[in-house]
């Protein structure tokens, strides 16, 4: 994958059907989605349990642009391993879910998968100044990471601006997780971000039967953000 910071918007499975991933992943990939995001809850470090890393296995086939996996849970270490193996384009750490950040994106990198580190919306950017250069990407929580659907924490805005200013000429993405919709996007992407998780917000009044309806939703969300990134420039 080369670098750019071109705008992506990578749909959540977790607000898809469950007993239905295969078609729902090639669904939202045929309607426009660039990456697929995964979210792994432990109901430890996330009050909500998802998926093991078969069912990540499961979902790789169905899986033709980019599968990044984002871990929410605690420890983190031990499973690294195991996700990568399943077939993760890219593997995403929270900061919050050890003593030892930095040490926990070597194993991701060792995996030789794209490695990426996440942070609450209780958590300031600076804790990552060290961690810079062995990241592909930070993802800034907009909300507290453990459901779907909830309210988009306006804070996160800034905190996107202080990490996109930290990064400076590296070449990393910033992706932002929680609330985003095309009313929330257009001041994310004037403050950096340039890759967007989205679950209810794509995939709410659609279905496999209805997949236009997914790309209705990604396209809706994709031009509030090229919008706001032409306006900025
Ligand atoms: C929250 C998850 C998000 C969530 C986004 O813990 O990490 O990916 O599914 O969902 P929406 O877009 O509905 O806020
Ligand atoms: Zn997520």
Redesign the pocket.
Known sequence: MSFDRSIKIAP?I??ADFANFGAEIRAIEDQGADWV?I?V?DGHF?P?LTFGPPAVKAFRPHVKTFMDV?L?IAPVDPYIEAYAEAGADMIVAHWEAGPHPHRTLQAIKAQGVKCGISLNPGTPASVISELLDLVDMVLV?S????????K?IPGSVNKVRQVREMIGDREIHIQV?????PTTVGPLVEAGADCF??????FKGGSVDKPEVYGQNIAAIRAAAEGALKAAQ
């Open positions: 959540s977790l607000s995001h979210d809850m996330v909500n984002h929410m929580m909300v507290n990471p453990g459901f779907g659907g909830q988009f997780d929680g609330g985003v919709d998780v989205a679950g209810s917000a794509v």
